[in-house]
């Protein structure tokens, strides 16, 4: 579970990285949807997790295995569920440890584009794009593009 004061942190560095964007009352509730998709998938809660998507996404993952689209809630959450089996196992104790880092939203009225990478940028550097929409009040993740960049030289 992240600590009071790592989510502290995140929420200073989004709040210096956006500057006067913070000012936009959207901004911050795209930030704050964002956050909570990334604190969802950290602790595998699944109903916090499923609820940052609308019933129309679509996601491409970053896997090999799963190198298509998943297009719409079922076919989305059975891939999560069979990547993921620890958002099913209520005995789970792992966490994941995804801190997103370089995060930039652009606001375009009632979509959102949300980007960021993960990894060091030196051992492993992925990078995620949520597009999200306000729907009704909220903000959800209609599309999530999520890719990884090797260095070919190893």
């Known amino acids: 579970m992240i600590t009071k004061a790592r989510f502290s942190l995140v929420i200073l560095s989004l709040l210096i990285n ?3 964007m913070a000012q936009n009352k959207d901004s911050i509730a795209v930030m ?6 990334v604190t969802a998938f950290n ?9 940052s998507f609308t019933d129309d996404a679509t996601i491409f993952y970053p896997f090999w295995n799963q190198a298509r689209r998943a297009k719409g809630r079922q076919e989305i959450e059975t891939s999560w569920l069979t990547i ?9 104790t792992r966490k994941l440890q995804i801190s997103p880092k370089n995060i930039d939203i652009q606001l375009y009225r ?16 992925s990078r995620r794009t949520l597009v999200m ?3 009704k009040r909220d903000w959800k993740i209609v599309h999530l593009h999520a890719s990884s960049v090797s260095d070919d030289k190893n």
């Open 18 to 20: 956006f500057g006067l």
């Open 110 to 125: 009632q979509t959102a584009i949300v980007t960021f990478h993960l990894g060091d940028g030196v051992n492993s550097l």
């Open 32 to 37: 704050k949807s964002a956050n909570n998709f």
């Open 84 to 92: 993921f089996p620890e958002f099913v196992d209520s005995a789970n």
């Open 43 to 51: 602790n595998f809660n699944w109903t916090a997790f499923r609820e």
């Open 133 to 135: 929409i306000k729907e």
